[in-house]
Every structure is written in C-alpha cells, then in structure tokens.
C-alpha cells in the first residue's frame, strides 16, 4: 500500500485501522458473532449490560468471546428512557468494561426507537463532567449538535435511520450539513444501515465512520456480509479521500473525439 | 427479615446484609457485574460499607450482546 492509502483514524484518543464499528447482538449463535467480528476488521465492537441470573456465579460466555477478540468495547445504554437511566447504567458500565467511553442512548419514542434530545443533552453533560467520552447516538439535527459539541463531544453519531430498520440514509442531506458545519468532530452514523452501499453512502459523505449491528447479524450470511462492509467502508472512505467528480447534466463522451473513423465522414 | 427485589423478583432475606454478602449468599458472581440500587449506581469499593434495606430494588447487572 502506498503511503496515501495509509489512513489511521484517531478517535476518542485512539487509534484504529477500521472505520467500521460493529454490534455484537442477534447474531445466530455466538461462534458466528466471532467470526463475523473478525472477517469485518472491526476495532470497535458495542456491548451492553442486563440483568444476571441467580446462580451464575459470574460465568459468561459472551464475554469470554469479546474479551479474547482483543477488540475496544463501546459499552451502550440501550433500552434507557430518562437521563438517570442512562446516566446510571454508564456508570455500571464504566466499571465492568473498564473504559470511560459509553455510546449514550436515550430513547424518546418507542415506535422508532428515535433518540430523546433533551435527556441526551443533560445526561451527556453529567456523564462529561463525571470523566466519560460520550458518544452520543442522536437524531440528525444540527443543533441537537451544535448543543452535544457545546457540552464537550468530539465525536457525535447521528442516526441515518431508526436502529434495525436497514432503511439506509433517510436523510443525507441533514447528515451532509453537520458535516460541513463540524468539520473537526468525528462523525459516525449508526443506526440505519441495510447495505454496504449505504456504508459506501456515508463515506463518501466525508463520514469517519459507520457503526452497525443487524445488517450484518440479520444477513443469510453474517460473515460473507461482515466482509462486504469491511470492503464498503474502506472504498467509501477511499472514495471520499480521492475526490468524486462534479456531476454534470450533458454526456461527454469518455473516448476520445480526434481521429474518429469513417462513419462519421458522410454526415 | 427484610423483603428486597432483586433484578425483578421479590425476594426475603436477613436483615443487615451488606452488598458483598447478599451477592455472596445468592451466588451472583461481581467478578462481571455491577450493582445499582434503587437505581443508583453502587460502585465495588462500596459494596462492603453498603447496608441492603427493606424495600431495596436492586438490579445487578452483567455483560450482553448489544448494537
């Protein structure tokens, strides 16, 4: 690879070769969540926290497989519904996964699973405050991100669609102008991703990266398509580096004019 | 005894039981989770000076597949 390919992303005060983060729920089994973890690249993998069993003991499984895939858990707050909930469940998250990162959710509307701003803004200010780096999944509001930046975010993951939809970027625009308007923040989109193409999508909207779950875990094939995305994301991003060109409302023929042959000689 | 609820289910038990001692009689493991009570996050270096109380909602919470 020559040395304008190389492309380290620094995020949250890491470093990684992947800009694609990936989710480690619905797959079929747990032997296909590892594999398919493995065969996208990802760096960065979220996990969450429920409820023990009685009698467990502290066995798990799970855990074993992502502690032995060597990869930086983003733990979430799924299923929180008010700032405390989430403010709480960071907290028990920070201690158990031993990281201060926590990709903040905070639920507003159950039938779209679509993100509470306001909670969202007041948890993420406690939780900076309390020494975490937030990374908050959020509507694609531009001042919803304006107000997340204001409160100490670097890195903000605006919604391309409802989580699990696989409905792709509803909305790229919104998405394109917080890019332009944060130029130095890193910017994910998560949630809403069906297709590498959509991955490709984001990418080549000047995205640092895409986070993911189900379009993968919900795949026939979970490991072949955790591979298509490692590809998607990198040719996005390529993409992106290399500079698309302009579009343009008349053809313009590819193959040279000069020295065209003989049938045109009788018009 | 006091009645407490344990991730989501009524339980009895003696009073005084400090955090450790609770996770320890019903067998939960700490070495992967974490403790709120009343839904307020108890940190491990607490668990010993932490007295349970009746009417106490405790969740114990452990690692999961999430998105």
Same mark, same amino acid.
């Given at each position: 690879?020559?040395?304008?390919? &190389?492309?380290k992303?620094?995020?949250?005060?890491?470093?990684?070769?992947s800009? @694609?983060m990936?989710?480690?729920?619905?797959?079929p089994?747990?032997?296909?969540?590892?594999?398919?973890?493995?065969?996208?690249?990802?760096?960065?993998? +979220?996990?969450?926290?429920?409820?023990?069993?009685?009698?467990?003991?502290?066995? #798990?499984?799970?855990?074993?497989?992502?502690?032995?895939? %060597?990869?930086?858990?983003?733990? #979430?707050t799924?299923?929180?519904?008010?700032?405390?909930?989430? /403010?709480?469940?960071?907290?028990?998250?920070r201690?158990?996964?031993? $990281?201060?990162?926590?990709?903040?959710?905070? /639920?507003?509307?159950?039938?779209?699973?679509q993100?509470?701003?306001?909670?969202?803004?007041e948890?993420?200010k406690?939780?900076?405050?309390?020494?975490?780096?937030?990374?908050?999944?959020?509507?694609?509001?531009?001042?919803l991100?304006?107000?997340l930046?204001? +409160?100490?975010?670097?890195?903000?993951?605006?919604?391309?669609?409802? /989580? %699990?939809s696989?409905?792709?970027?509803?909305n790229?625009?919104?998405?394109?102008?917080?890019? &332009?308007?944060?130029?130095d923040?890193?910017?994910?989109v998560?949630?809403?991703i069906?297709?590498?193409?959509?991955?490709i999508?984001?990418?080549?909207?000047?995205?640092?990266?895409v986070?993911?779950?189900?379009?993968?875990?919900?795949?026939q094939?979970?490991?072949?398509?955790?591979?298509?995305?490692?590809?998607?994301?990198?040719a996005?991003?390529?993409?992106?580096?290399?500079?698309?060109?302009? !579009?343009?409302?008349?053809?313009?023929?590819? +193959?040279?004019?000069?020295?065209?042959?003989?049938?045109?000689?009788?018009? | 005894?006091?009645?407490?609820?344990?991730?989501?289910?009524?339980?009895?038990?003696?009073?005084?039981?400090?955090?450790?001692?609770?996770?320890?009689k019903?067998?939960?493991?700490t070495?992967?989770?974490?403790?709120?009570? #009343?839904? !307020?996050?108890?940190? @491990?270096?607490e668990?010993?000076? +932490?007295i349970?109380?009746?009417?106490? $909602?405790?969740?114990?919470?452990?690692?999961?597949q999430?998105g």
């Open positions: 690879m020559n040395d304008k390919r &190389k492309d992303w620094k995020i949250e005060g890491k470093e990684f070769d800009r @694609l990936i989710g480690s729920a619905l797959y089994s747990p032997e296909i969540m590892k594999n398919t973890i493995q065969a996208s690249g990802a760096e960065i993998v +979220t996990v969450a926290l429920r409820r023990q069993s009685e009698g467990d003991k502290g066995n #798990n499984p799970f855990w074993d497989i992502i502690k032995e895939l %060597g990869v930086t858990v983003l733990p #979430n799924a299923g929180c519904h008010t700032a405390k909930e989430a /403010i709480t469940t960071a907290m028990m998250a201690e158990v996964f031993d $990281t201060n990162w926590i990709k903040l959710e905070v /639920i507003g509307n159950q039938y779209n699973l993100p509470d701003p306001f909670a969202l803004i948890a993420t406690v939780l900076i405050d309390e020494g975490f780096r937030v990374l908050p999944y959020m509507t694609d509001d531009l001042v991100a304006q107000r930046a204001d +409160t100490g975010c670097t890195t903000l993951m605006p919604w391309g669609s409802p /989580i %699990g696989g409905r792709g970027l509803m790229p625009y919104t998405l394109k102008v917080i890019r &332009k308007q944060f130029p923040l890193q910017l994910i998560d949630a809403g069906g297709k590498p193409s959509d991955a999508e984001a990418m080549e909207l000047g995205f640092d990266g986070l993911l779950n189900s379009a993968v875990a919900l795949a094939d979970p490991m072949m398509m955790g591979e298509a995305f490692k590809h998607a994301v990198y996005g991003r390529l993409s992106y580096r290399a500079g698309v060109m302009q !579009t343009r409302d008349m053809a313009s023929p590819s +193959t040279p004019t000069v020295g065209t042959p003989f049938w045109h000689q009788f018009k | 005894m006091i009645t407490i609820s344990i991730n989501g289910e009524m339980k009895d038990i003696e009073e005084g039981l400090n955090i450790k001692e609770l996770l320890s019903l067998d939960y493991g070495t992967w989770g974490a403790v709120a009570i #009343n839904a !307020t996050f108890v940190s @491990l270096k668990y010993e000076t +932490t349970i109380k009746d009417r106490d $909602t405790i969740d114990i919470l452990s690692p999961v999430g």
